[in-house]
């Protein structure tokens, strides 16, 4: 099992550009997490999908970010416009089933994303 | 709605003292409480976890405990050694859901 494979590990974008981070749960896994971390602090939550479902966006910024997590292929957390306080690394992190019932949360390596 | 407040932000200790880290809970229905390890630069992992029917659970060096009348829960690393240099963060279950609350994190630094 590879685990949870996140893509691009490092982005560079300038102002304006769009960022798109993938991730792919590990095998089995139909629950994904995004969650943002900035240098020195801890992990926020932003995104709670299963399937072809967003069960929880309560904290993603309304504006600029989207989610996905298709039928077929990785979730993607979608950034567009990015400004210089997006940079920060994203992480993702897939669990088998809820997390009360099946408990550990499996994260990926994180992309970080440098917005010049 | 649901809080997780951590302490100490930064914990130093020499080798092969021992450290620990707690954090309280606002959510009384709260059920589950994992510990991540994140070391510079890498993914965070898990560590130890307890839920609500159990009082202690101990795995080697590493410990937590759980006090449910007073909302808070532990974690205690015991012989410190300079690989348990890392940020550790705590996490509560909210509840019937899916979500857990984290922490703000704590960075041990093992002094040699």
């Known amino acids: 099992n590879a685990g949870v494979m996140q893509n691009p590990r490092h982005l560079v974008r300038r102002r304006g550009q769009e960022a798109r981070l993938r991730c792919s749960p590990m095998?089995?896994?139909?629950?994904v997490y995004w969650y943002r971390q900035l240098p020195e602090e801890g992990l926020k939550f932003m995104v709670y999908l299963q399937k072809e479902n967003i069960i929880d966006e309560s904290g993603m910024p309304k504006e600029r970010f989207s989610a996905e997590f298709p039928k077929e292929g990785p979730s993607i957390l979608r950034i567009q416009q990015v400004v210089r306080g997006d940079s920060a690394a994203y992480f993702c992190a897939s669990s088998l089933g809820l997390i009360e019932n099946t408990g550990e949360l499996f994260f990926g390596e994180g992309s970080r994303l440098t917005v010049l | 709605g649901e809080n997780v407040e951590q302490h100490p932000s930064t914990l130093s200790v020499q080798e092969g003292d021992s450290a620990v880290i707690k954090c309280t809970y606002s959510d009384s229905a709260s059920n589950y409480f994992p510990w991540y390890k994140q070391e510079l630069g890498k993914r965070p992992q898990l560590i130890i976890d307890?839920?609500?029917n159990v009082g202690e659970k101990k795995d080697q060096r590493i410990a937590v405990t759980l006090n449910k009348t007073a909302k808070h829960f532990s974690l205690h690393i015991t012989e410190t050694q300079p690989e348990d240099s890392a940020v550790y963060f705590c996490a509560a279950s909210k509840g019937s859901n899916y979500q857990l609350i984290w922490g703000a994190g704590t960075k041990l630094i093992i002094k040699p």
């Open positions: 307890i839920r609500s």
């Open positions: 095998k089995g896994h139909s629950h």
